[in-house]
């Protein structure tokens, strides 16, 4: 039933008259236990064994760790039920890569607002919801093929533009090369050209196939 109270009554700052120092002098760590009665006990410490990090334990399992290059890690982040209002924003900065390793879905949602990508303060990807996505620099697709050409339909997988060859664009229905386009401007078609042709196939329509010209 005692308390220990450190009082002082002076202009003392950190670092040069503290009221309570904690000292090991071995090989061991510095530590502060706090400990409620059927609880499991938490501590505050020093590691001595891991690059004198100061960590904050729960039993034997260490939730927070701080380096002496001013590095935070935490064991596991989980924000629930919080709001982050309009006049705040979480920034997180670092000189080092930022990774996001997630099992599941990675949700970004603005609420009609703007999703944008930056390098270096420049935008180069944006997405809306009501505008779309807006690139600002080349966007690279992979070679694909007239089976899975690399721009296509979520709903027709085999329709779309690929990289037919060095300099040559491909164009495929249904799985099948239908144009390609080469670096010397020719148009090559697999199939029928059909030119002004109508519904029903009136003879004022022109049509070249794959030997001869004819109208």
Not at 105 to 113: E, M
Not at 159 to 179: C, D, H, P, Q
């Amino acid at each position: 039933n005692g308390q220990l109270v450190a009082f002082r009554d002076d202009s003392s700052t950190v670092g040069t008259n503290d009221n309570i120092v904690i000292e090991n002098d071995g090989s061991g760590d510095a530590s502060l236990k706090f400990s409620l009665t059927g609880a499991t006990d938490w501590f505050a410490y020093v590691d001595n064994s891991d690059s004198d990090k100061f960590k904050i334990r729960r039993s034997t399992s260490d939730y927070l760790e701080i380096d002496e290059s001013g590095n935070v890690a935490f064991s596991e982040i989980s924000i629930s039920g919080s709001t982050i209002s309009d006049s705040s924003a979480l920034t997180i900065s670092s000189g080092d890569d930022i990774t996001i390793d997630a099992t599941s879905d990675i949700n970004l949602d603005a609420d009609g607002g703007d999703i944008r990508f930056k390098d270096n303060g420049t935008n180069f990807v944006t997405f809306n919801s009501s505008t779309g996505s807006t690139f600002s620099g080349n966007i690279l697709g992979a070679d694909g093929s007239n089976s899975s050409p690399s721009f296509s339909f979520s709903s027709d997988t085999d329709t779309g533009m690929y990289r037919e060859g060095t300099n040559e664009i491909g164009f495929a229905t249904g799985g099948s090369r239908a144009l390609k386009l080469d670096a010397s401007l020719n148009a090559v078609f697999s199939g029928d050209v059909f030119i002004n042709k109508s519904s029903d196939g009136a003879d004022s329509s022109l049509t070249i196939n794959n030997s001869a010209s004819h109208g």
